[in-house]
């Protein structure tokens, strides 16, 4: 079992940054993919970035590539999101995610473990 916990979110005007963070627990990420999704009200889950904890291979949307990066501290067991120039289209709860398998991908059902996420608000 891995128990994931986010924090990070907030309110920021458009243009703003934020950095979440996802805390990992339990078993060893070592031979995990760990992803960012989002979910704004009304709307599916939405892949935002993944990477592989070994090596650090990464994978972004298109929606976000140039605007997040996605990162992770080993030491720390922790994957973070650096998101620059945020937009209000960014508004969603965001989660993180890991996969026991090493093959980057941005499909929501292909993830075992799942944190509660936590709400990122970008005004006009």
């Known amino acids: 079992q891995v128990q994931l916990v986010e924090s990070g979110g907030g309110m920021v005007q458009a243009g703003g940054s934020l950095r979440l963070s996802c805390a990992a627990s339990?078993?060893?990420?070592?031979?995990?993919?760990m992803g960012w999704f989002r979910q704004a009200p009304g709307k599916e889950r939405e892949f935002v970035a993944a990477?592989?904890?070994?090596?650090?291979?990464?994978y972004y949307a298109n929606s976000v590539r140039g605007r997040f990066t996605i990162s992770r501290d080993s030491a720390k067991n922790t994957m973070y999101l650096q998101m620059n120039s945020l937009k209000p289209e960014d508004t969603a709860v965001y989660y993180c995610?890991?996969?026991?398998?090493?093959?980057?991908?941005?499909?929501?059902?292909?993830?075992?473990?799942w944190g509660q996420g936590t709400q990122v608000t970008v005004s006009s």
């Open positions: 995610a890991a996969r026991f398998w090493v093959a980057l991908t941005s499909l929501p059902y292909e993830y075992d473990y």
């Open positions: 339990g078993r060893t990420v070592s031979n995990y993919v």
């Open positions: 990477i592989r904890w070994s090596g650090g291979s990464t």
